[in-house]
């Protein structure tokens, strides 16, 4: 009997992931790997994107690169070294993200400024490289991590929620640009995710919460979606958070 084939729907398609070295970021790396992509990393930190990429060589061509994507020429060297590596993008995540947590008189102009430029100019200028390949090859997907914090409003979040409220009107505004040259552009808004990033109150790690995996499925679903159809946004959050 022969081996049973193993559906991999993404096979060949090369895939950005920012902050792709840990959390939810990582985890759709994982993701899009098993399902064939070839992936790209990158991270902030010295060395852990390599380190993220090389967990992923069992299954996948994979490739890390240290770049800030607060930094645009880091960016455009980034983008530019995957796609001579891999001779195309086909998929964009901005994942990467940062966030300082209190009042605004408390929180610092240098602490607003980095916030501003990792959550809202890095995904600007991971796009702005991006699109050009894609409308060029006629098609592409960028998938942009939100929040829930992008509609809610909360105290000591004032820079937080003023990134994600700006990466929400981003990414509305940039699938009304790009859906006639072949670009879906989605964003998914969570709400409390199982992983180290800083939030009110710290990690706490916890069952109730969600699991970056199951962000990594929604991104998956996304992607495999026919390509005449754009969901524009997802809302994802704990089905049974504690009381108050």
Same mark, same amino acid.
Request: aromatic share 6%; hydrophobic share 35%; proline share 5%.
């Given at each position: 009997m ?13 895939a ?14 994982e #993701?899009?790997?098993s ?5 790209a ?15 992923l060589?069992?299954?996948?061509e ?7 994507v ?7 060297? @980034? ?6 590596r ?19 008189s408390?929180?610092t ?24 390949i ?21 105290a ?13 009107? @981003? ?7 790009? #859906?006639?040259?072949?670009v ?12 180290? @990033? ?11 919460k ?22 524009? #946004?997802?809302?994802?959050?704990p089905? #049974?958070?504690?009381s108050?």
């Amino acid at each position: 009997m022969s081996e049973k084939t193993v559906e991999r729907p993404l096979s060949g398609r090369v895939a950005i992931i920012t902050g792709g070295t840990r959390g939810i970021g990582f985890a759709i790396a994982e #993701r899009l790997a098993s399902e064939g992509a070839k992936i790209a990393i990158c991270g902030a930190k010295e060395g852990t994107a390599e380190q993220a990429s090389q967990r992923l060589a069992p299954m996948t061509e994979a490739y890390g690169e240290t770049a800030d994507v607060s930094n645009y020429a880091d960016v455009k060297r @980034f983008v530019a070294n995957v796609k001579s590596r891999f001779g195309s993008v086909h998929i964009l995540i901005n994942n990467a993200g940062i966030g300082v947590f209190r009042p605004i008189s408390e929180l610092t102009p240098a602490e607003w400024d980095r916030m501003m430029a990792v959550n809202l100019s890095g995904a600007y200028y991971c796009s702005h490289e991006a699109l050009p390949i894609f409308r060029e090859q006629g098609e592409g997907d960028v998938i942009n991590i939100s929040s829930l914090a992008g509609r809610n409003p909360f105290a000591g979040g004032g820079g937080y929620n003023a990134s994600k409220f700006g990466m929400n009107g @981003f990414s509305e505004a940039m699938m009304l640009d790009h #859906r006639n040259d072949g670009v879906r552009v989605s964003y998914i808004m969570p709400g409390s995710v199982d992983t180290e @990033f800083g939030g009110p109150g710290g990690k706490t790690s916890a069952n109730w919460k969600i699991a970056p995996e199951d962000i990594a499925d929604v991104v998956s679903t996304l992607l495999k979606m026919p390509r005449r159809t754009t969901v524009s #946004r997802v809302e994802i959050r704990p089905s #049974r958070p504690p009381s108050r």
